[in-house]
């Protein structure tokens, strides 16, 4: 199965910007359905974004118009890029992947990257 590393997390003020990526080796990546998953300290994994094998896309209400998910199939990488951040969407990052499943549960995906800090400063 594909591996995933995530990149790109630090520290921002808020209403700055952070582009995530989520390096895949392994088997193919445009097999993969991929998303964006977070966790806050003391709070339950939450769904943030996911990306269909087509390019559809689907987002958490929280995200909508501050965040975009892309996918470079060619790369084998997925991309979260994020703007206007909020200290609310400082949490730990994780991609996912399935073989067959597009959507916001995280129980449904199969493969985990380990996670990438984000942390908003006010």
């Known amino acids: 199965q594909v591996q995933l590393v995530e990149s790109g997390g630090g520290l921002v003020q808020a209403g700055g910007s952070l582009r995530l990526s989520c390096a895949a080796s392994?088997?193919?990546?445009?097999?993969?359905?991929m998303g964006w998953f977070r966790q806050a300290p003391g709070k339950e994994r939450e769904f943030v974004a996911a990306i269909s094998w087509g390019g559809g896309r689907d987002y958490a209400d929280s995200v909508k118009g501050r965040f975009t998910i892309s996918r470079d199939n060619a790369k084998n990488t997925l991309y979260l890029q994020m703007n206007s951040l909020k200290p609310e969407d400082t949490a730990v990052y994780y991609c996912a992947g399935s073989t067959w499943y597009y959507g916001s549960s995280p129980g449904k995906y199969g493969v985990w990257g380990q996670g990438t800090q984000v942390t908003v400063s006010s």
């Open positions: 392994g088997r193919t990546f445009s097999a993969y359905a």
